[in-house]
């Protein structure tokens, strides 16, 4: 009885193993192709939205080695701060850098907000794209997650650093009624990224 | 043997009567779209995993059989996940983040170990199927109730007016709503039996 007890649970689980990686092997080309196009799609979204045709690159080989090499002389966590926690250069069709796209993650009230921010290269907005509740969104359906609604978003383009804020903290965006927290959350992280990019400009300046 | 469809649906219902599968009716019922999609995950995996185990009710040691259950039902739940994403990825954005809350659906469990590992493969094909369909009535029911009152909207189309739609009973998309919804309905199915006696 005990052999059998082993020998079917073994079986089973092989059974399930196999067939598994069998769906896995299979799928994989498409589902990796999907998340490719579609942070591709999201990239382009918040860099120009409405824009000219233009590359948003994710193998910018300069801009990534003048990176690495600003990592190395300021140190790591002196990095950390001023860079926007991921970044993409944004090229136009003649791969000249027209902006850049950076990825923060606010605090809003269920948990981090991944929120795009496209920026020009005199570091004004040119769109964001907080995720999906099927990417990672937590907050409040119904309520937290109308950041999402495109009055929201929009009301981001064309904004400089110092207007990146709520009308109730003194600054130019409407917040989404009963939902204060998740608006400041997008707002303010979409600041502190523009105040630790333009830290890493001046940097980059120095340099 | 049709009855044993029937059962879910009303009689039987996996969640106002045999109150199985309640975390999901209250989690994902804040739209009705919401509500729709985890109700189709749940038919899907619920009716695959009753026809496998009942396939194998004979080969699996008594012992050992939740194991054997869990692990069946999880193997669907993930072959549904990556299917799904690699089929249609709008789809999948819509239904995706339903998917891996399927497997802690204990309608499937329960299901499995009441009936599925019982009865013969075709009668627990159906019973599978009522008790999805009973399933999605239910959180569709409540998914539809607490967006039409919490947001004024239904499939994201305004109802009730414009006025009603910037200040609905925000209350109803709150947890507490879903607690209020899912007691009335209860009642409610209670209330109807008892008269219909």
């Known amino acids: 009885m005990k052999l059998r007890m082993i020998l079917s649970l073994t079986i089973v689980c092989l ?8 769906v896995y092997k299979t799928t994989e080309p498409k589902i990796e192709k999907d998340k490719a196009g579609k942070l591709k799609i999201h990239l382009m979204e918040t860099a120009f939205p409405d ?6 690159s994710t193998k910018d080989t300069t801009f990534w080695i003048a990176y690495d090499s600003l990592k190395k002389t300021i140190g790591k966590a002196k990095f950390e701060e001023i860079i926007p926690d991921t970044l993409w250069s944004v090229l136009d069709t003649l791969g000249e850098q027209i902006g850049i796209v950076f990825k923060v993650y606010p605090k809003g009230y269920g948990g981090p907000i991944e929120t795009l921010v496209g920026l020009s290269m005199d570091t004004i907005i040119t769109g964001i794209r907080p995720a999906t509740p099927a990417e990672g969104l937590k907050e409040t359906p119904g309520l937290g997650v109308k950041i ?13 650093e110092k207007e990146v804020l709520l009308k109730k903290d003194g600054g130019t965006l409407d917040a989404i009624t009963a939902s204060t927290k ?24 120095i340099e | 043997m049709f009855k044993h469809f029937t059962e879910g649906i009303i009689k039987n219902n996996p969640v106002l009567v045999l109150m199985l599968g309640l975390c ?8 009705a779209l919401d509500a729709l999609g985890m109700g189709v995950a749940v038919i899907f995996v619920l009716v695959l995993s009753n026809i496998t185990i009942s396939a194998l009710r004979k080969v699996i040691p008594e012992p050992i059989r939740i194991p054997v259950f869990i692990i069946i039902i999880s193997t669907f739940v993930t072959i549904m996940d990556f299917t799904l994403h690699a089929l249609s990825s709008e789809l999948y954005g819509a239904l995706g983040i339903f998917v891996p809350l399927v497997v802690v659906n204990c309608i499937i469990l329960g299901r499995a170990e009441a009936f599925a590992s019982k009865h013969g493969i075709f009668t627990s094909f159906l019973d599978g199927l009522g008790m999805g369909i009973g399933f999605t009535i239910i959180i569709f029911l409540m998914g539809a109730i607490r967006e039409i009152l919490g947001s004024g909207k239904i499939f994201g189309n305004i109802i009730l007016g ?6 609905p009973v925000i209350y109803m998309i709150l947890p507490p709503g879903g607690f209020l919804v899912i007691a009335f309905l209860m009642g409610g199915l209670n209330w109807f039996q008892q008269r219909s006696k």
């Open chain 1, 15 to 22: 059974l399930s193993a196999f067939l598994l990686s069998w």
């Open chain 1, 51 to 56: 824009a000219f045709e233009y590359e948003v």
């Open chain 1, 148 to 160: 999402l609604e495109p009055w929201f978003k929009r009301q981001f383009i064309g904004k400089k």
């Open chain 1, 182 to 205: 998740s608006s400041r959350a997008v707002a303010n992280g979409a600041r502190e990224g523009i105040e630790r990019y333009k830290k890493y400009l001046r940097y980059q300046a």
């Open chain 2, 24 to 31: 999901p009716t209250l989690a994902v019922s804040t739209t």
């Open chain 2, 162 to 167: 414009t006025t009603f739609a910037e200040s």
